[in-house]
C-alpha cells in the first residue's frame, strides 16, 4: 500500500466509523436546505480598525447567575461578544444609560464598546450563552 493510501485510510476511516455508528449512509442525509430558519438576535459590528492581527479565539461559555448575583461594571473592548438568555431574567446595567435593560429568555445582547454590568433581580437562575471573541 502506498504512503498516500495508507493517510488516506487513516483519515478516512474515522469518517466511515461515525457514519456508521450514527446509522447513517449518504441517502440519509439532508440534500438541501429544508425545514430551517435562522434569526439574528444580536451582532456586534467590528470597526474597520479592530486589530485582528492578533490571534483571536471564538469561544462559547454557558454562564449561570444565581439569583441576587451579578457581574460588576466590565469592558468588552478588545472581546466583543453577543449572549442569548436561555432562561430566567437578566437585567443589564449599561453605563451612561440610565434605564436598565431586561432581557427575558429568548432575548439576547451585544457588547462591545460600552461597559456594562449584568445582575439576576429575579426568584430563579440566569442562565445565557455567550460568544465571544477572545486573545488566548
Do not use: W
Not at 439532508?30 to 456586534?44: C, D, L, Q
Amino acid at each position: 500500500m502506498t504512503r498516500f493510501r495508507r493517510m488516506a485510510v487513516k483519515v478516512a476511516m474515522p469518517c466511515v466509523l461515525v457514519t456508521a455508528m450514527a446509522g447513517l449512509s449518504a441517502q440519509d442525509l439532508p440534500r438541501e436546505k429544508t425545514g430551517v430558519s435562522n434569526v439574528e438576535t444580536a451582532k456586534v459590528e467590528l470597526p474597520a480598525g479592530f486589530d485582528m492581527a492578533k490571534a483571536r479565539n471564538l469561544r462559547m461559555r454557558k454562564v449561570t447567575i444565581l439569583p441576587g448575583g451579578g457581574l460588576p461594571m466590565h469592558a468588552h473592548g478588545d472581546r466583543p461578544s453577543v449572549s442569548y438568555v436561555l432562561s430566567g431574567v437578566l437585567t443589564e446595567y449599561v453605563a451612561g444609560d440610565a434605564t436598565p435593560r431586561v432581557i427575558k429568555a429568548g432575548g439576547s445582547n451585544a457588547s462591545f464598546t460600552q461597559d456594562h454590568a449584568l445582575a439576576n433581580r429575579g426568584k430563579v437562575p440566569v442562565v445565557f450563552l455567550e460568544v465571544d471573541l477572545i486573545t488566548p
